[in-house]
């Protein structure tokens, strides 16, 4: 084989390698999100099936600082991660923690939120968060959730877990008397029950929670790990609205604090 050969060959493997990558490449034009919608204020479902809440509105304007249609798809929580491995949708925005256990199946982005976990008792029953006040009590989680493995790593052996496939489910039963306690996003307590009517004979009680073995670092957006390029892009587009305002503008809609944290 001669030198112009070689060198033809060369060029359309070269060729091959570029039509390859260009056929690989993902097209983020439209991005599918998917989404709890049973999650208040982060997000909720109105009785028309109109999807709203903090997650969402961040959802839309990421999608829009992309110049992205964006597509919300409701997922029950348990499923979430299956569903977006199972290619359902792109990526997950639904106040999910970034985690080191859950970093084996997926990618994040940067946090675009972070809040910690409290606890909340029955206003007058006088339970404390120590060994001896949790004895016994049960205490109500939604299922699959970073509340979850922390009750069961710290007071599994004390207290009784009741699991719940949504945080809503865990607010029925605790307003009926069925449990004792409730352990949850502390602003998701606060905003989805504690200032609802359901709520008005509740209290936080003991300390914040966030320890990072067990909260992690913040709520992110998470994706397939061979995703890279779309990870790139939505830490792009949660800096941008960092920057320009529209964070803030969606912040300020629904609390009185920066909920981004420190």
Not at 5 to 15: K, P
Not at 60 to 67: K, P, R, Y
Not at 192 to 209: H, I, M, Q, S
């Amino acid at each position: 084989m001669n030198i112009r050969t070689l060198f033809a060959s060369f060029i359309v493997a070269v060729a091959l390698m570029f039509s390859a990558s260009s056929a690989d490449a993902k097209d983020w034009g439209n991005l599918r999100v998917g989404v709890e919608g049973a999650y208040p204020p982060f997000s909720w479902m109105e009785p028309d099936g109109t999807l709203k809440g903090f997650d969402i509105d961040i959802a839309l304007a990421i999608c829009a600082e992309m110049n992205a249609e964006c597509e919300l798809v409701p997922q029950d929580w348990d499923g979430i991660i299956p569903a977006l491995l199972a290619n359902k949708y792109d990526a997950i925005i639904a106040s999910m923690s970034i985690t080191e256990e859950r970093k084996k199946k997926v990618s994040f982005s940067n946090k675009y939120y972070s809040t910690p976990a409290k606890f909340v008792r029955k206003m007058g029953s006088g339970i404390e968060i120590n060994e001896s006040g949790l004895s016994g009590k049960s205490v109500g989680v939604q299922r699959a959730t970073i509340h979850e493995n922390f009750l069961k790593d710290n007071y599994g052996s004390i207290v009784d877990i009741k699991s719940y496939g949504t945080q809503d489910e865990a607010y029925l039963d605790f307003t009926a008397g069925r449990i004792d306690l409730l352990l949850a996003d502390s602003v998701a307590l606060d905003d989805g029950f504690l200032k609802t009517d359901a709520g008005k004979d509740a209290e936080f009680v003991g300390p914040d929670f966030a320890d990072p073995k067990w909260f992690g670092e913040g709520a992110g957006i998470a994706i397939r790990k061979d995703d890279s390029d779309l990870q790139k892009l939505l830490n792009d587009a949660i800096t941008a609205i960092r920057a320009n305002g529209t964070y803030k503008k969606i912040n300020d809609k629904y609390f009185e604090f920066d909920v981004y944290g420190g």
